[in-house]
T-cell receptor
Framework: GAVVSQHPSRVICKSGTSVKIECRSL??????MFWYRQFPKKSLMLMAT?????????EQGVEKDKFLINHASLTLSTLTVTSAHPEDSSFYIC??????????FGQGTRLTVV | KQEVTQIPAALSVPEGENLVLNCSFT??????LQWFRQDPGKGLTSLLL?????REQTSGRLNASLDKSSGRSTLYIAASQPGDSATYLC????????????FGTGTRLTIIP
C-alpha cells in the first residue's frame, strides 16, 4: 500500500508555544488529507479535511485559529497547534487519499503539553 | 448522523483460535467500509476495504464480510497468533463525493500465547 509519513512521532512542548506536525505522502500524490485526533481508548475524531491549494474544511467544534492546517503541495500537509495548552495533549493522526478508494494513515504524533 | 459501533470493546482468545469481530452502522447508505489495525501508540494500518457492492474481501488469514442492508460487517481472523494482538477499527465512507470516514469505537484484541 501507499506510504504516509508523519513527523514527529512524539513531541513535548511548553504551554503557550506552537507545535507543527507534518504529514507527507511518500509515493503518491494526495489530493486530500485528513487530520484526526484520538483520545485515550477512544476512536478517531475527524478535525478537518484539506485539499491541496485550498483552505481546510473544519469539523464543527474544532477551532480554526487553534489548529492551523496548510496543504501547500500534493505531498505535504501540516497541522500547527497554536498556543498549546495541556488540554491539547492528544494523539494526532493524518491520512491521505490519492486516486484510489483507500485512505492511508500516518504513524501518528503524540503531543504532550506541559 | 452515521454511528458506527463495534462489539465487543475487548476480546481475549487463546492462540490458534478463529475469531470474529463485529461492526455495525446505522445508515446503510455507504460507499465502502474499511477495516484497520492499530497497534498501541501507532497509526492505522489498512487491512481490508469492501465496496458497497461487494459481500466480502479476503487477505491471508483475514476475511471481511459486508451486509449493507442490515448495517453489519464482520472481520474473521483464522488461526489467531500473538502478533494479531492490536485494536481493530472499522470505518465507513458515506458516498463517492464525501471522503469523510466515520470510525467505530474499536475492539481491543489480545491473543494469549
Amino acid at each position: 500500500g501507499a506510504v504516509v509519513s508523519q513527523h514527529p512521532s512524539r513531541v513535548i512542548c511548553k504551554s503557550g508555544t506552537s507545535v507543527k506536525i507534518e504529514c507527507r505522502s511518500l509515493d503518491f500524490q494526495a489530493t486530500t488529507m485528513f487530520w484526526y485526533r484520538q483520545f485515550p481508548k477512544k476512536s478517531l475524531m475527524l478535525m478537518a479535511t484539506s485539499n491541496e491549494g485550498s483552505k481546510a474544511t473544519y469539523e464543527q467544534g474544532v477551532e480554526k485559529d487553534k489548529f492551523l492546517i496548510n496543504h501547500a503541495s500534493l505531498t505535504l500537509s501540516t497541522l500547527t497547534v497554536t498556543s498549546a495548552h495541556p488540554e491539547d495533549s492528544s494523539f494526532y493522526i493524518c491520512s491521505a487519499r490519492g486516486g484510489t478508494l483507500e485512505a492511508f494513515f500516518g504513524q501518528g504524533t503524540r503531543l504532550t503539553v506541559v | 448522523k452515521q454511528e458506527v459501533t463495534q462489539i465487543p470493546a475487548a476480546l481475549s482468545v487463546p492462540e490458534g483460535e478463529n475469531l470474529v469481530l463485529n461492526c455495525s452502522f446505522t445508515d446503510s447508505a455507504i460507499y465502502n467500509l474499511q477495516w484497520f489495525r492499530q497497534d498501541p501508540g501507532k497509526g492505522l494500518t489498512s487491512l481490508l476495504l469492501i465496496q458497497s457492492s461487494q459481500r466480502e474481501q479476503t487477505s491471508g488469514r483475514l476475511n471481511a464480510s459486508l451486509d449493507k442492508s442490515s448495517g453489519r460487517s464482520t472481520l474473521y481472523i483464522a488461526a489467531s497468533q500473538p502478533g494479531d494482538s492490536a485494536t481493530y477499527l472499522c470505518a465507513v465512507r458515506p458516498n463517492f463525493g464525501n471522503e469523510k470516514l466515520t470510525f467505530g469505537t474499536g475492539t481491543r484484541l489480545t491473543i494469549i500465547p
